[in-house]
């Protein structure tokens, strides 16, 4: 039979594992390894806290690992970048099945990447947002200023014009259109530094985890 690698994990199998191995270190005050019922859920956390403090240290990165992850990654570390963008939204609601949705985006889209002069007229014919009637103009936009996947559409790239693709988001399907960016400032290194290494320590516990929690299923 085959096996999916990247499958979750089972959580309640991940923490009787972990409990288990609590036995193993006779952590359960005269209870077995497989006796490892508690009093409440918090208390088991505790133990489990306590057991993965001692078994799998937190992550220290080296000041060369965060310099070159810093250097690797300038967009990150950039302060007060702008965007000057429009969109049109086509709105998810109950009533339209997104593939339809998606389908009628798209055909859209078409027509603003072939003449993105047409932008505002489109935009106001068809945009379920209130900027609509503004043409589908959003102002200028910095870090923070919008949901995640949109910031990350319009800020994280070099392009000016109509975006290739759709950006989808939990509002909808939006066409986009960038019509300037104004660099930012890139934080030097000793000002990032710290944000840098918590990011890599982070990370890297959680990879050490991982292979931890395999390592007792073995």
Known sequence: METNEH?????????????????ELGWLEGRGAGEVAFASREAEDELIERLLEQEVPAAEPTDEDCRRWYEQNPRRFTAGELVEASHILFAITPR?????????????????????????????????????AQGGALGQLGRGDSVPEFEKAVLEGELVGVLPDLVATRFGFHVVLVARRIPGRLLPFEEAREQVRAYLGQRATERALGEYVRGLAV
């Open 7 to 23: 499958a979750k994990p089972d959580l309640e199998a991940v923490r009787a594992r972990l409990l288990a191995r609590a036995g």
């Open 96 to 132: 339209v099945p997104p593939e339809r949705l998606r389908a009628k985006a798209a055909e859209v889209h078409a027509k603003a990447s072939r003449d993105p002069a047409a932008f505002a007229k489109l935009a106001a014919e068809y945009s379920n947002c209130p900027s609509a």
